[in-house]
């Protein structure tokens, strides 16, 4: 049995002797709060005894510093991860019981003043001035922590900093609480006539989903496996309606309303900013990442509008014009729930590509099998199943071999929505590993979605986009799971968060080349490969709305950035709800009805303490980079192993052991090109 750093060992309580096999098959709500009372008991002795060591070196105060809170930490994200994805009312309760106590601890852990004062005192010494350069950036970048987070305040500004950052902790579990349960809330029984034009795979699930229930009709839920379909292709313009209508209001249903909880946020973060000396919440989180500041990632935010806008005007015309000439000059103007259905219609009409169409070619068994292929070919890596212990039966788990054949990692994948499961796709770790004194120890993490679903003797099988998001989450791992830092808080993820979407949104990539597609784009009857018509139709198509959907990216990140640089939430009235409708008006086709509040579900931005919060240009920032970065393989090959071998070596296994800007230019030899994403997007002018 491994045990975790910090974990108390002989216990009866599966979360105290995790182990790297996680025993979720024993796992309950019951264990999380006596383990981590445990652990927090055992790591404060150790902070202790690090606090009121002699003399030291970096083997017994930094490396100890490094791994002190490994056992809470993962105890942490396990629970929350079970909160995620089989929630329950004992787990929700399990999960706030434990909020407090670990957030007045990480607080405190910075507050120490012994610990605090150890680690300057260690910085004076020549041990910490002979320090090779990975180790000497994680102190480095250890003192600039303890200093943001408020190791230099006062005493009461200590002891305010611990009651707000407590009161988020709450607050924002409180948020993503009320968005899971709203999500899950809503369903609705319809006769099978009001599904006209909806693709019959969803006919059959939501005919199977009502069966189950003991229900008569169709099952329909705001899962995005049905919702987006309906608002796709649904006939009846009520129902679109009614389901856009019950998909934009979650959040803001009596007795789980997070409207209220917004401007206690922003109150929140506003203030912790102010007490670590900051002018704002974004100037706090992004002073250590590429963007530097919240000012800056705002100009970048409004260059890209500016810059897209004209092709977004134009697209919108165009669709506009479409309509008129299919549904007649005295038709109702374009609503919210109309236009994704319209636009569909448009691109069948413009591309002769309906992307149902694509949908039998990728079954997701296979997308898997030629993802773990592509990675091989181009990384060097074997991708295998195994078996562990999982929290639901569809978990699946596997082992991930170097080309010596070390074990390097595992993970865990879970794909297909349920009402206990919050919505959207996501990575995370568990374990951290990396190299060790004889040898190296394995990573372990995890990949989620809300994929299609299988229904009946039909396989899932997923659209497009939902191949894109596996490769996208399955590039998160990679980053994970190929660290090779000796440092566990500089390794994998623990990037600058404008950096970290580069290694996953790279692989997108792949989806559209066709000596990759050829490798899994296989339909799952017959077996014959994606067709070339249907190739050239689906890459002419690309970049069909491509300034639409940049604008609806631009939207999360500007109103994000208002609401945390721009808005005073301490003004008379202050109204973020009111804000964020105006906001992100400029950025949509379509007016918005009255009361819109989809700030309120915007788990990204308020779902825990920091988040995405005043982040979200990261996904666009990282496009940049990542259009740029994989113009390299567009020209080396995108089997190139040299270049696979080039990119593990100065990004995937470097984690955050060198300037992000730095691990770049390594790659690329260059500083970014920042017109790569709009080219790729066919958003410059011929």
């Known amino acids: 049995m491994t045990t975790l750093q910090g974990a108390p060992v002989q216990s009866d309580n599966p979360l105290l002797n995790v182990g790297f096999r996680i025993p979720f098959d024993r796992?309950?709500?019951?264990?999380?709060?006596?383990?981590?009372?445990?652990?927090?008991?055992?790591?404060?002795?150790?902070?202790?005894?690090?606090?009121?060591?002699?003399?030291?070196?970096?083997?017994?105060?930094?490396?100890?510093?490094?791994?002190?809170?490994?056992?809470?930490?993962?105890?942490?994200?396990?629970v929350s991860h079970l909160d995620s994805v089989v929630s329950s009312p004992e787990w929700q309760a399990a999960k706030r019981a434990i909020l407090p106590k670990v957030t007045e601890f990480y607080t405190g852990l910075s507050l120490h003043p012994g610990l605090w004062a150890a680690l300057k005192g260690f910085a004076e010494t020549e041990a910490a001035r002979s320090l090779d350069p990975v180790r000497a950036r994680h102190l480095r970048l250890t003192i600039d922590d303890f200093r943001r987070e408020g190791a230099d305040l006062p005493e009461e500004g200590k002891a305010r900093l611990l009651e707000v950052n407590t009161r988020l902790a709450q607050v924002t579990n409180d948020f993503s609480k009320n968005v899971l349960e709203s999500t899950a809330a809503w369903e609705r029984y319809v006769d099978g006539s009001r599904l006209a034009g909806v693709p019959e795979r969803v006919k059959e699930a939501t005919r199977?989903?009502?069966?189950?229930?003991?229900?008569?009709?169709?099952?329909?839920?705001?899962?995005?496996?049905?919702?987006?379909?309906?608002?796709?292709?649904?006939?009846?313009?009520?129902?679109?309606?009614?389901?856009?209508?019950?998909?934009?209001?979650?959040?803001?249903?009596?007795?789980?309303d997070n409207r209220p909880l917004v401007l206690d946020i922003l109150k929140l973060r506003r203030e912790q900013a102010r007490l670590l000396g900051f002018r704002d919440f974004a100037d706090y989180v992004l002073e250590d990442r590429m963007a530097g500041g919240g000012e800056r990632a705002l100009t970048f935010e409004r260059d890209l509008e500016q810059r897209v806008r004209p092709f977004f005007e134009r697209e919108n015309a165009e669709l506009e014009a479409f309509y008129r000439e299919q549904a007649g000059g005295d038709a109702p103007p374009l609503e919210a729930w109309d236009v994704g259905h319209w636009a569909e219609k448009q691109r069948q009409a413009k591309y002769d590509l309906d992307e149902e169409a694509l949908r039998p070619y990728f079954e997701l068994d296979r997308v898997l099998a030629g993802l773990f292929e592509i990675v091989s070919?181009?990384?060097?890596?074997?991708?295998?199943?195994?078996?562990?212990?999982?929290?639901?039966?569809?978990?699946?788990?596997y082992d991930i071999l170097d080309e010596g054949g070390t074990h390097v990692a595992s993970f865990y994948t879970d794909w297909f929505p349920r009402d206990t499961k919050r919505s959207g796709a996501w990575m995370n770790g568990f374990v951290t590993g990396g190299p060790r004194e004889h040898g190296v120890a394995p990573h372990l993490g995890l990949m989620c979605g809300n994929m299609t679903p299988p229904s009946g003797d039909t396989p899932a099988l997923l659209s497009l986009r939902e191949v894109e998001t596996v490769f996208h989450e399955f590039g998160h791992l990679l980053h994970h799971a190929l660290s090779r830092v000796p440092v566990r808080s500089l390794s994998g993820t623990r990037v600058a968060w404008d950096f970290v979407e580069l290694p996953s949104q790279i692989m997108e990539n792949w989806v559209t080349e066709r000596e990759a597609l050829d490798l899994f784009a296989r339909h799952h009857r017959t077996g014959e490969r994606l067709p070339d018509d249907l190739f050239e139709r689906l890459i002419a198509a690309r970049n069909y709305r491509a300034a639409t959907a940049t604008m609806r990216q631009l939207s999360f990140g500007t109103v994000d950035l208002v609401l945390h640089v721009e808005f005073d939430p301490e003004a008379p009235g202050a109204d973020p709800i009111r804000v964020a409708?105006?906001?992100?008006?400029?950025?949509?086709?379509?007016r918005f009805p009255e009361g819109y509040a989809r700030i309120a579900q915007f788990t990204h931005l308020f779902s825990n303490p920091v988040g995405y919060g005043a982040g979200y240009y990261s996904y666009k920032w990282a496009e940049v980079l990542d259009a740029d970065a994989?113009?390299?393989?567009?020209?080396?090959?995108?089997?190139?192993?040299?270049?696979?071998?080039?990119?593990?070596?100065?990004?995937?296994?470097?984690?955050?052991?060198?300037?992000?800007?730095?691990?770049?230019?390594?790659?690329?030899?260059r500083d970014p090109d920042a017109e790569a994403l709009l080219r790729r997007s066919g958003l410059v002018e011929a």
């Open 27 to 78: 796992i309950r709500p019951e264990h999380a709060e006596p383990a981590v009372d445990a652990l927090l008991a055992a790591t404060r002795e150790r902070l202790e005894t690090l606090a009121g060591a002699g003399e030291r070196d970096y083997a017994n105060f930094m490396a100890d510093l490094d791994t002190l809170t490994e056992g809470l930490d993962t105890v942490r994200v396990i």
């Open 208 to 256: 199977r989903d009502a069966e189950a229930h003991g229900k008569e009709g169709h099952r329909l839920t705001l899962h995005q496996p049905v919702a987006e379909p309906i608002l796709t292709y649904a006939d009846d313009r009520e129902l679109r309606r009614e389901v856009w209508l019950a998909q934009n209001s979650v959040g803001t249903q009596e007795g789980r």
């Open 377 to 397: 070919r181009v990384f060097g890596i074997t991708v295998r199943q195994s078996d562990a212990p999982g929290w639901h039966p569809e978990v699946r788990y």
């Open 581 to 590: 409708r105006e906001v992100m008006g400029r950025f949509y086709p379509y």
């Open 630 to 669: 994989f113009s390299r393989f567009a020209t080396e090959g995108v089997f190139n192993r040299e270049t696979g071998r080039a990119y593990v070596d100065a990004i995937l296994s470097r984690g955050n052991s060198a300037d992000a800007a730095d691990l770049y230019r390594e790659f690329m030899g």
